[in-house]
């Protein structure tokens, strides 16, 4: 019943409020598609000045693979992260994760294919991905395109986060699932 209840929710969730959103605007006397209009030139506008960043961070990130970096950092952190109960595969995911949101999905597919959506592995992968943030992405993204030109404390903060939601991630799947 109540799954039935949930899938009814999420099914009809957008599509209400993209009915609601615009009879409030226009109950409200705002001009609702002149409104978007701009929002959608605004929108447009941020997204070609982040363009340079998010080259940059697309190129930092190849580099760090492709030099091999991430192979010899999961080599390097593996006994650490078996002692924690984390198995080797899902590394690259948490390490990856604070710098790219698609490159990891694509990693935590490869998981799963290999390993199965219901395996230890897979369930890991999953919670890993709900835990943690692309932190870097989003400073480079989201305050670049404002000009934000200094936030070491962000990235400080961001990456504890990060770290932070692996640990929960790993202490909640070895609860649940082992």
Same mark, same amino acid.
């Given at each position: 019943?109540?799954?039935?209840? /949930?899938?009814?929710? $999420?099914?009809?969730?957008?599509?209400?409020?993209?009915?609601?959103? @615009?009879?409030?605007?226009?109950?409200?006397?705002? @001009? %609702?598609?002149? $409104?978007?209009?701009?929002?959608?030139?605004?929108?447009?506008? +941020?997204?070609?000045?982040?363009?340079?960043?998010?080259?940059?961070?697309? %190129?930092?990130?190849?580099?760090?693979?492709?030099?091999?970096?991430?192979?010899? /950092? !999961?080599?390097?952190?593996? @006994?650490?992260?078996?002692?924690?109960?984390?198995?080797?595969? %899902?590394?690259?995911?948490?390490?990856?994760?604070?710098? &790219?949101? &698609?490159?990891?999905?694509? /990693?935590?597919?490869?998981?799963?294919?290999? *390993?199965?959506?219901? &395996?230890?592995?897979?369930?890991?992968? $999953?919670?890993?991905?709900? +835990?943690?943030? !692309?932190?870097?992405?989003?400073? !480079? %993204?989201?305050?670049?395109?404002?000009?934000?030109?200094? *936030?070491?404390? $962000?990235?400080? +903060?961001?990456?504890?986060?990060?770290? +932070?939601?692996?640990?929960?991630?790993?202490?909640?799947?070895?609860?649940?699932?082992?």
């Amino acid at each position: 019943m109540l799954l039935c209840i /949930l899938t009814l929710v $999420s099914k009809w969730a957008i599509p209400l409020l993209l009915l609601i959103i @615009p009879i409030y605007g226009y109950l409200k006397k705002v @001009p %609702v598609y002149e $409104s978007f209009v701009e929002g959608a030139e605004e929108g447009f506008t +941020t997204a070609v000045k982040i363009i340079p960043f998010l080259v940059g961070m697309m %190129v930092a990130i190849s580099v760090f693979r492709a030099s091999g970096a991430m192979d010899y /950092l !999961t080599q390097f952190l593996s @006994p650490l992260t078996y002692q924690i109960g984390a198995p080797s595969e %899902v590394l690259p995911l948490a390490i990856m994760r604070p710098m &790219s949101g &698609s490159g990891v999905l694509g /990693l935590a597919t490869e998981l799963m294919r290999v *390993y199965g959506p219901d &395996s230890f592995i897979g369930r890991l992968a $999953s919670v890993m991905q709900g +835990t943690t943030d !692309t932190t870097f992405f989003v400073l !480079t %993204v989201y305050f670049g395109a404002v000009g934000i030109k200094k *936030y070491r404390y $962000s990235i400080v +903060t961001g990456l504890t986060a990060d770290i +932070t939601g692996f640990f929960a991630a790993v202490y909640i799947c070895n609860l649940l699932f082992r």
